[in-house]
């Protein structure tokens, strides 16, 4: 297959974006927009294969259960999982980590354990381990950063011990764009005997994800950050772990046999997947997947990285305006403050102009408290963005400035 390399024309696949007049839009880290190519595989669904999937004995339901298990397949290449049944469709990340930290942390952990995350976390990687945590006795412990915002890997290391059991780490920071040294972290983690969950919410649009060679035990995923449907996402979780760990959410599907005493369980991946699934955002994600698939992912890269280079550089010249965060290596996300100007004002201002941005804490409290900010002003950029849409952002803050 050959892909495509003229990334500037990717705009066009995205109706929002194109039929929206004078809209920039700088966030994507909160949600992407779809490619009409999505938005066409959950219509197609709906319009000719719609029923319900697994059970029924007709031709419709065959046809529904294919395409929701070709899109579980699909994921499965995208993460290079090695078992189709390792992929378990979720509501999006915060459900995946919510179905770890309730199934297996919940049967893992003992009094006296350790739970390591890190301050860049978002809210969805942390207070799910705060309720673990607090049911089973075990501790919560945080890496820090350092003034870059990037791990401190000093401090990964000085934290790290025999009592630490679970790891939980974003591959990308929501906030600052930081891409963290996942393999590594995997490979010092399991060297104790630690189990490591990767939250790849903002990666999976940017990077190529690769689980097996990440060696991580866990990975969950958004569709919706990733060209995809809302409502649908994906927890990666290693066979042998997933067998072994309890069902979580019980009802219809995950079962094999009901009597009124006890029940059995069925099979990965069914047994976490309790209830009729999201059949036609599972189908929708697939379909978001084979667009990527669709794309040089070096090209896509190089223009992320260049849109991000001039982001940062023209920011970096206006006075009055700081940028925060200044990692090592990076998603196409920029952080920043403007003098004397509250974050929410700034996004405001900005959106009288046409230009979208995320203003506030991000749902990374912690990470703002360590950065001894209330918040910044974030504009995230992705496939669909240009030079153009950083002039924008550029005069939109200049006139910011004039206004506050
Ligand atoms: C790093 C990170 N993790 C987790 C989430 C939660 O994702 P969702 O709301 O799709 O479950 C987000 C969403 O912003 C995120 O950026």
Known sequence: MTRRRDIAALRNDFPLITGSGKLVYLDSAATTQKPITVLDAIRDYYVRDN?????????????ATTA??????????FVNAQHAHEIIWTRGTTE????????YGASALRAGD??????????????????????????????DIDDRGDLD?????????????????????????TINPVAEIVRAAHAVGAVVVVDGAQAAAHLPIDVRDLDCDFYALSGHKMFGPTGIGVLYGKEALLDAMPPWQAGGEMIETVTLEKSTFNRLPYKFEAGTPNIADAIGLGAAIEYLNRIDRDALRAHEANVLAMARARL???EGVRIIGDARASTAIVSFAVDGAHPHDVGTLLDQQSVAVRAGHHCAMPLMQRLGVPGTVRASFCLYNSAADVERLVAGIDKVRQLL
Do not use: C, Y
């Open 51 to 63: 029923a319900n999937v697994h059970r029924a004995a007709h031709a419709l339901a065959d046809r």
């Open 68 to 77: 929701f298990e070709n899109a579980r397949r699909a994921a499965q290449a």
């Open 96 to 103: 995946s980590i919510n179905l770890v930290a309730q199934s």
């Open 114 to 143: 350790e739970i390591l995350i890190s301050v860049l976390e978002h809210h969805s990687n942390i207070v799910p381990w705060q309720l673990v945590a607090a049911k089973t006795g075990a501790t919560l412990r945080a890496i």
């Open 153 to 177: 890997l000093d401090d990964f290391h000085r934290k790290l011990s025999p009592d630490t059991k679970i790891v939980a780490i974003g591959h990308v920071s929501n906030a600052l764009g």
């Open 316 to 318: 970096g010249q206006m």
